[in-house]
């Protein structure tokens, strides 16, 4: 299985980078969701919202490694296997087979927690393991999609750039922030 391979000025092929700032940018988006969630449904008063944007830029490197690490462990074999997937079962290339083969490799990650915890006592409902599935295959299919076009323009010599994929993903992420706030404030005014 190949994860880097080196461009024609010797440099890092840019998919493992392209991985990790998807995953980045995924993250924000789900933080930037649960946080409007937090606001739009009030719960117990708690200051610690501010306190969470001071502390936002030390968690930077924490979430870079994890992204790291699920690149690693997940989305790159997920790629890599959906590649000789199709090319064994037809469709060389096709981008359908990531979110198959996604769907396959998640199943298997939650099946290995789900019989770890049953060893440790900590069995949960059927339910909870299959929104863990499909949380972890909603991770895995965008930086897997991405992966597989990082890796199809490096070959015809036009790499997308993981800054690209960062800042505009980070774009997203402010818009729909900005959007769904929008919304918020909106459905709060009207119905009071």
């Known amino acids: 299985m190949q994860t880097v391979t080196a461009d024609t000025d010797g440099r890092p092929s840019s998919g493992l980078t392209v991985t990790v700032s998807a995953l980045m940018v995924e993250m924000a988006f789900a933080a930037a969701a649960l946080w409007s969630w937090g606001v739009t449904h009030p719960g117990p008063e708690d200051e610690s919202g501010a306190l969470a944007v001071a ?12 992204a790291l690490v699920l690149a690693l462990t997940l989305v790159l074999p997920t790629v890599a296997l959906a590649r000789r997937v199709g090319v064994r079962w037809g469709g060389a290339g096709a981008w359908w087979w990531i979110p198959a083969v996604a769907s396959a490799v998640s199943a298997g990650g939650v099946t290995v927690v789900g019989v770890w ?20 295959t909603a991770l895995i299919v965008p930086a897997g999609l991405l992966a597989r076009l990082a890796r199809r323009r490096a070959a015809e010599g036009r790499p997308v750039r993981a800054r690209t994929v960062l800042f505009g993903g980070c774009a997203g992420v402010v818009a729909f922030f900005v959007a769904l706030l929008t919304v918020a404030i909106v459905v709060e005014s009207v119905f009071g």
């Open 55 to 66: 502390v936002l830029p030390f968690f930077l490197p924490v979430v870079a490694g994890v």
């Open 117 to 136: 915890a049953g060893f440790r006592g900590g069995v949960a409902a059927p339910p909870v393991y299959l929104w863990w599935w499909l949380a972890v």
